[in-house]
């Protein structure tokens, strides 16, 4: 297993952990002889600050829940935003008369999904590769082509998703196709994209894990892929059951289609709101260990 991380001269890797291939944790040795804990996770959503303008320093005073001018503030709000929008177009699929404005909003959450996909995406390409602050910092980029990291491949993947749905939802805006139309410009884009939900979800849960599965009720990060996760596997369950029956021109189960539809914008918004305080923390915690550095050196 190989790892991004490039390490200031006189540090040691001692150990490394992850799913697979993939290097997901570092045990590593101080100069002075202490041993630190390093997480991909943790240094990419504490760094994130780093690619932002300067006035995005931490600091004590700064509110959890009202940080616009940080970017992850910016990815939680719009992934909210795409999973209410499929959270209430689901309910009212199921309990109000069929109308073009559900589709709509449909359509409008999965626009809200890419955007947010896509700054999730800009946080993994343009995380820094040194270990500490005053390590030389790349050059922002738009796009990199990053296979070996697990949280790459898991944002890359994401993207694609939500691309997929953007192209079902747009579809289904329009009206009088046939059966196989639904089936070939609708149910499919829509169940890639539900696959793409499904093993990007899976990938982010083996980051934090650091294996492919583990239970950590205990800890936020965890507790947010993990409903990620769920709202994945309730997504491809509502794909399923919304395949059109030729026989029938009907889905297979639009109670089930609705209701997986439902829970899984809900799963997603409970863990984007939570992204929230997760940035807020990791950010405070790498501030703080950058002013313990300092201390320490003069």
Do not use: K
């Given at each position: 297993?190989s790892s991004?991380?490039q390490?200031?001269?006189?540090?040691r890797?001692?150990?490394?952990?992850?799913?697979?291939?993939?290097?997901?944790?570092?045990?590593l040795?101080?100069?002075?002889?202490?041993?630190?804990?390093?997480?991909?996770?943790?240094?990419?959503r504490?760094?994130?600050?780093?690619?932002?303008?300067?006035?995005?320093?931490?600091?004590?005073?700064?509110?959890?829940?009202?940080?616009?001018?940080?970017?992850?503030?910016?990815?939680?709000?719009?992934?909210?935003?795409?999973?209410?929008?499929?959270?209430?177009?689901?309910?009212?699929s199921q309990?109000?008369?069929?109308?073009?404005?559900?589709?709509?909003?449909?359509?409008?959450?999965?626009?809200?999904f890419?955007?947010?996909?896509?700054?999730?995406?800009?946080?993994t390409?343009?995380?820094?590769?040194?270990l500490?602050?005053?390590?030389?910092?790349?050059?922002?980029?738009?796009?990199?082509?990053?296979?070996?990291?697990?949280?790459?491949?898991?944002?890359?993947i994401?993207?694609?998703?939500?691309?997929?749905?953007?192209?079902?939802?747009?579809?289904?805006?329009?009206?009088?196709?046939s059966?196989?139309?639904?089936?070939?410009?609708?149910?499919?884009?829509?169940?890639?994209?539900?696959?793409?939900?499904?093993?990007?979800?899976?990938?982010?849960?083996?980051?934090?894990?650091?294996?492919?599965?583990c239970?950590?009720?205990?800890?936020?990060?965890?507790?947010?892929?993990?409903?990620?996760?769920?709202?994945?596997?309730?997504?491809?369950?509502?794909a399923?059951?919304?395949?059109?029956?030729p026989s029938?021109?009907?889905?297979?189960?639009?109670?089930?289609?609705?209701?997986?539809?439902?829970?899984?914008?809900?799963?997603?918004?409970?863990?984007?709101?939570?992204?929230?305080?997760?940035?807020?923390?990791?950010?405070?915690?790498?501030?703080d260990?950058?002013?313990h550095?300092a201390?320490?050196?003069?």
């Amino acid at each position: 297993m190989s790892s991004y991380l490039q390490l200031p001269p006189g540090w040691r890797r001692i150990s490394t952990e992850g799913p697979g291939r993939f290097v997901t944790s570092e045990l590593l040795r101080r100069p002075d002889g202490t041993l630190v804990r390093w997480g991909s996770r943790s240094h990419r959503r504490g760094h994130a600050a780093a690619i932002a303008p300067a006035r995005s320093v931490v600091s004590g005073g700064e509110p959890v829940w009202w940080r616009p001018h940080h970017r992850d503030w910016w990815m939680s709000i719009l992934f909210c935003a795409g999973a209410l929008c499929f959270a209430v177009a689901a309910l009212a699929s199921q309990w109000a008369n069929p109308g073009a404005w559900i589709d709509a909003t449909f359509f409008v959450g999965s626009i809200m999904f890419t955007f947010a996909a896509y700054l999730q995406y800009l946080e993994t390409v343009n995380v820094e590769h040194g270990l500490t602050s005053d390590a030389h910092r790349q050059r922002w980029r738009p796009a990199s082509w990053e296979p070996r990291r697990v949280d790459w491949l898991a944002a890359i993947i994401q993207l694609i998703g939500t691309l997929f749905f953007n192209l079902s939802t747009f579809a289904a805006l329009r009206h009088g196709l046939s059966t196989h139309q639904i089936n070939r410009r609708v149910w499919a884009p829509d169940v890639f994209g539900s696959v793409c939900f499904l093993l990007s979800s899976e990938l982010a849960y083996a980051e934090v894990c650091h294996r492919w599965i583990c239970l950590r009720s205990r800890s936020l990060p965890w507790r947010i892929v993990a409903l990620d996760l769920l709202g994945s596997i309730a997504f491809g369950v509502a794909a399923i059951a919304s395949l059109v029956e030729p026989s029938s021109g009907l889905p297979v189960s639009a109670r089930i289609a609705n209701s997986g539809t439902a829970l899984g914008g809900v799963c997603f918004f409970l863990a984007a709101l939570a992204l929230m305080p997760e940035a807020a923390a990791e950010e405070q915690s790498a501030h703080d260990d950058d002013a313990h550095r300092a201390h320490v050196s003069s």
